[in-house]
């Protein structure tokens, strides 16, 4: 008796662990790439279909996070940030326009 | 226009050569830096006031913004290493080719003065990443200074890129 209702707290316990695992990959996430000294860092970010995406530039000068078609963030100001909720699943190369030497990608999971 | 590129080349050119003979110290080298800043900030003004093209306009604007942030950085940098500029064969040719070229670009309009201004931006940024990497960042004695240096050439290659991209549209 004492077997079984340890077995069935274990089975309990796990259903709940997989169940707050669950929970967790289905709230949307935060990721930050930080702009300096004219790099994207992570240079190459992997986020699920729903996660948003902040750039903080931490240069002394204006900065974009610009994939053709996909997303634009206009200047980015010395210190400011800019905020993306990836909607389009698939590889998005992304440069600054101001400073095209400047790459990144973003990788959205579906 | 592209003899005025090539004069102004040549002049730093010469001068790059005459500073390979006798490296610069960190005064001159916090000179040099000044005065290729503020050559771009005043060709970018001018762009921003007389460019026709919206790209051009946009990247005099940007000219301005970027190149004054980095002459922030700079003067900040002096006053805390208590170093005063110091003028030399290098800073002098730089100014003076600003003048020149500020001069050459007043009396052009509309897309002639698009096409002399972004010819221009292109071959300055070449010279000055050359000045960069070959003379001011391996004489450069303060870390600090070097640093500055080393942070202020991927700025410059982006600018260089930003004016051939914008150049090959005015091509168009």
């Known amino acids: ?110 | 226009m592209r003899n005025c590129a090539m004069t102004f080349a040549a002049t730093l050119f010469v001068a790059a050569s005459a500073v390979a003979a006798e490296p610069p110290n960190d005064a001159q080298i916090a000179s040099i830096v000044v005065t290729a800043n503020q050559v771009d900030i005043d060709a970018g003004k001018l762009a921003q006031k007389k460019g026709s093209n919206a790209e051009v306009k946009a990247f005099g604007k940007q000219m301005v913004t970027d190149h004054a942030a980095v002459n922030k950085q700079a003067s900040a940098l002096v006053k805390k290493l208590k170093v005063k500029p110091q003028d030399n064969p290098t800073s002098q040719s730089l100014k003076s080719g600003g003048v020149e070229n500020v001069k050459k670009l007043q009396k052009l309009k509309g897309a002639a003065f698009d096409k002399a201004y972004v010819d221009h931006e292109v071959a300055y940024h070449e010279q000055v990443i050359d000045a960069i990497n070959k003379t001011l960042i391996p004489s450069a004695k303060n870390p600090e200074l070097k640093k500055l240096l080393e942070t202020g050439l991927p700025l410059f290659q982006g600018h260089l890129e930003h004016a051939k991209k914008l150049q090959a549209s005015l091509g168009k």
Request: glycine share 10%.
């Open chain 1, 1 to 110: 008796m004492i077997i079984r209702a340890a077995v069935a707290l274990g089975c309990l316990s796990g259903a709940l662990a997989a169940g707050a695992g669950a929970i967790a990959a289905d709230k949307p996430a935060t990721h930050t790439v930080v702009i300096e000294g004219l790099k994207f860092v992570p240079e190459m970010l992997t986020v699920k279909r729903g996660d948003t995406v902040v750039w903080v530039n931490k240069d002394p000068y204006p900065h974009t996070a610009t994939a053709n078609g996909v997303f634009d963030s206009g200047a980015i100001a010395e210190g400011r940030s800019w905020r993306y909720i990836a909607q389009k699943p698939g590889e998005h190369p992304y440069l600054c326009t101001f400073h095209p030497n400047m790459k990144g990608l973003l990788r959205v999971q579906p």
